[in-house]
């Protein structure tokens, strides 16, 4: 079945390091793709997406590229900040318009 | 506006009584989803609901169940409730179904089953 794989943490970074949270995918056709991020004590919020492959989502510093070849979908940001700190959650649509996530990936991060 | 509402916020039941779970969608917004978080996984789908009819069912228990009333809010009940039950229930709204619109989550309803 569909599923999405993210890579697990927690992850430590300082703060103005680069991060990268890998995702990949499985699923028939051509899935959307997202990341949610929920902060402590707060719902999950809709973070940045792509609809078709090569597209590229970006919020807040935040970029993913839909990448069909490889079916990842990795989340970058060149500079995080202690703020960043949440955790972060890989996800699909897939073609019965389900909402498929992965596990999770704590991001902490040091001043 | 406000966003998605739930209530309660936490909820302690024992093995084998039965929970309701509630939440009002943003205003405007015709489909509500239920999803189970047990800590440290990922949302898994439970129910869609769009115009007051269900629309997705996810890979749970006939012990789970929804409804979606006319002023669209939602009810979650979970009979017999077990201790693997536990978790956070968050509800999601959006303006359409069954094409993907943004889902707005709500905070969520943590259930503990002793």
């Known amino acids: 079945g569909d599923s999405v794989t993210q890579m697990e943490g927690p992850v430590t970074l300082s703060e103005e390091a680069f991060l990268t949270i890998n995702c990949t995918y499985t699923?028939?056709?051509?899935?959307?793709l997202f990341w949610y991020v929920q902060y402590p004590g707060e719902g999950l919020q809709l973070l940045l997406k792509?609809?078709?492959?090569?597209d590229k989502g970006s919020n807040k510093g935040f970029e993913a590229t839909y990448r069909k070849e490889t079916t990842s979908f990795h989340l970058e940001k060149g500079s995080v900040q202690v703020s960043d700190s949440a955790v972060y959650f890989c996800?699909?649509?897939?073609?019965?318009?389900?909402?498929?996530f992965g596990k999770g990936t704590r991001l902490h991060i040091l001043p | 506006d406000a966003g998605v509402t739930q209530s309660p916020t936490h909820l302690i039941k024992t093995r084998g009584q039965h929970v309701t779970l509630r939440c009002s969608p943003i205003s405007g917004h015709k489909s509500v989803s239920w999803y189970q978080q047990v800590l440290g996984q990922g949302p898994q789908f439970i129910f869609q609901y769009y115009e007051k009819e269900e629309r997705g069912r996810g890979n749970f228990p006939d012990r789970f169940s929804a409804r979606q009333f006319p002023n669209y809010s939602s009810e979650l009940n979970v009979n017999a409730l077990l201790l693997g039950d536990s978790a956070l229930y968050l509800c999601?709204?959006?303006?359409?179904?069954?094409?993907?619109?943004?889902?707005?989550f709500g905070p969520g309803t943590r259930l503990t089953v002793l």
């Open positions: 699923a028939t056709g051509y899935p959307s």
């Open positions: 999601a709204s959006s303006a359409k179904s069954p094409s993907y619109n943004e889902q707005f």
């Open positions: 792509a609809t078709k492959a090569d």
């Open positions: 996800a699909l649509e897939n073609r019965d318009d389900k909402i498929i």
